[in-house]
């Protein structure tokens, strides 16, 4: 599932998947995304934050404030990547 936040940030939800599963879907769009921003010729970077929970989350918005701290990691340390974290 995913969905528009706000602005340039999106969320995808990944249920019922192993952490190195969600690592590939995620590596896979992100580079599907950067090539599109290449062969555009458009100087967008794409920064994202992966949070993998062994049990669901307490709610939503822990998800989301766990993987918008990834992120702005990520763009803290060079923009352009995806942060991967593991919450149990």
Same mark, same amino acid.
């Given at each position: ?11 995808? @939800? ?14 896979? @769009?992100?580079?599907? @995304? ?15 934050? @992966?949070?993998? +929970? ?17 992120? +702005? ?10 942060? +991967?974290?593991?919450?149990?």
């Amino acid at each position: 599932m995913a969905a528009r936040l706000g602005g340039g940030e999106f969320a995808v @939800l990944l249920p019922d998947t192993e952490p190195e599963e969600a690592r590939t879907t995620a590596s896979r @769009l992100f580079d599907a @995304l950067s090539e599109k921003m290449r062969l555009g010729s458009w100087p967008v970077t794409v920064s994202a934050g @992966l949070v993998a +929970y062994s049990e669901p989350p307490v709610s939503i918005d822990t998800a989301l404030k766990e993987a918008g701290a990834a992120m +702005y990691g990520q763009k803290t340390n060079g923009k352009n990547g995806i942060a +991967y974290r593991r919450c149990l």
